[in-house]
């Protein structure tokens, strides 16, 4: 393993207690690798959506089954790989709200997706053989300068 590489494991009965646990261990990776508090919190709260959407959607609240998070952090981005093994869902099914209709009618609930999205710079989604499901999230370092095409 190169030297700039380094990662961090959680695993974790997938139980909406254990949620402060699941933020306190990414936000404490986040702030021991360099990012300020206002970066580690965004990706503190975009883990913390999905995890609370494994528990909700993935086990239907099945407390017996463990989600797995996973840190991997390189010489430019800070990854998070969170895993379950419950039901999948289409990504690409999932309509992100209309921001504007939603606060306008007061909902809640529903925007996990769409936070996961705004407070990270790449998030996917995999589906994996073995009943695996895997949201991988990533943050940069340094945000990535667009190079001017002449």
């Given at each position: ?17 254990n ?6 261990f ?5 702030q021991r ?10 990706i ?9 959407n494994?528990?909700?959607h ?10 797995d ?11 998070v ?5 419950g ?32 407070l ?6 995999k589906?994996k ?5 895997e ?6 370092f ?5 190079a001017?095409?002449?």
């Amino acid at each position: 393993m190169n030297k700039a590489t380094r990662n961090y494991f959680l695993k974790i009965p997938g139980q909406t207690d254990n949620l402060e646990i699941i933020r306190d261990f990414v936000a404490g990776v986040a702030q021991r690798v360099g990012f300020d508090l206002e970066e580690s919190n965004k990706i503190e709260l975009a883990v913390d959506e999905a995890c609370t959407n494994v528990i909700e959607h993935a086990y239907q609240h099945d407390e017996s089954k463990d989600i797995d998070i996973a840190i991997k952090i390189d010489y430019n981005k800070f990854t998070v790989v969170v895993t379950d093994r419950g039901r999948s869902f289409k990504l690409e099914e999932v309509e992100l709200p209309d921001m504007n209709s939603y606060l306008a009618e007061l909902r809640v609930g529903g925007l996990g997706i769409y936070l996961m999205k705004t407070l990270m710079d790449e998030v996917d989604y995999k589906s994996k053989p073995g009943g695996k499901n895997e949201v991988t999230m990533v943050k940069y370092f340094l945000k990535k300068r667009h190079a001017k095409v002449k």
